[in-house]
């Protein structure tokens, strides 16, 4: 149980362009999913918090106007990285709970998406 | 000072080794304690969770938490070569506030 699906796994999109990420809970509801982005053999810094049907909660210093997120149901998020430029070049990786667990118990997350900007 | 720490090695055993994995955290209010598994190009996969201090085994791998060091460990014994991975320590200090901090997470490599 508790499956967390990413798509795509892997992108490469030119400078400029925007690029789509979606998370899925395959087989529970989550009523919160999360954005991570990971460095090269660096940790996973939380970028925003993603609530189904209602806006996102960015940490401070992630741009909400490039980095767009909508949960518009209760198994899927999407993260839009909008006008990328090379620097947003990095992993990001999705993660959620199922809704019907309690709230301390442990996040489950998706395989990541590698995006490239050239 | 990061809130979580955790030396990124690489670290280099032995098939069949004891791998013994450390965090140390600054934040007392930390309450819940992860370890995850990340394989080259992937995500995260939870492997050990637990709440305040104790241990708790789960086939080959012990995890312990000393709220009063601020410390947590992680062992595997009869380490095999697919435990090779990237090891990270997690934890939250808000109770349904659902945000991890992760430790930079440790490099393993067990060689066969």
């Known amino acids: 149980g508790a499956v967390v699906s990413q798509h795509p796994s892997w992108v490469i999109c030119k400078s400029g362009t925007s690029v789509k990420i979606e998370c899925r809970s395959l087989d529970f509801q989550a009523t919160t999913m999360f954005w991570y982005r990971q460095f090269p053999k660096q940790s996973l810094m939380l970028m925003a918090t993603?609530?189904?049907?209602?806006?996102?909660?960015?940490e401070q210093g992630v741009e909400k106007d490039k980095f767009l997120i909508n949960h518009a149901s209760l198994t899927l998020s999407t993260l839009t990285v909008t006008s990328a430029h090379p620097e947003d070049s990095s992993f990001y990786i999705c993660?959620?709970?199922?809704?019907?667990?309690?709230?301390?118990?442990?996040?489950?997350f998706g395989n990541g998406t590698r995006l490239t900007v050239t | 000072q990061k809130e979580v720490e955790q030396d990124p090695g690489p670290l280099s055993v032995p098939e069949g080794a004891i791998v013994s994995l450390n965090c140390t955290y600054s934040?007392?209010?930390?309450?819940?304690f992860m370890w995850y598994r990340q394989y080259s190009r992937k995500g995260p996969e939870l492997l050990m969770y637990?709440?305040?201090?104790g241990n708790k085994e789960d086939g080959r791998f012990t995890a312990q938490v000393d709220k009063s060091s601020k410390y947590i460990s992680l062992f595997i014994r009869d380490s095999q070569p697919s435990d090779s991975a990237t090891y990270l320590c997690?934890?939250?200090?808000?109770?349904?506030?659902?945000?991890?901090?992760f430790g930079q997470g440790t490099r393993l490599t067990i060689n066969p």
């Open positions: 934040n007392s209010a930390f309450q819940y």
């Open positions: 993603s609530n189904e049907g209602s806006k996102a909660t960015y």
């Open positions: 993660s959620a709970r199922a809704a019907a667990r309690a709230a301390n118990s442990p996040l489950h």
């Open positions: 997690a934890m939250s200090y808000l109770q349904g506030a659902q945000k991890l901090v």
């Open positions: 637990t709440y305040s201090s």
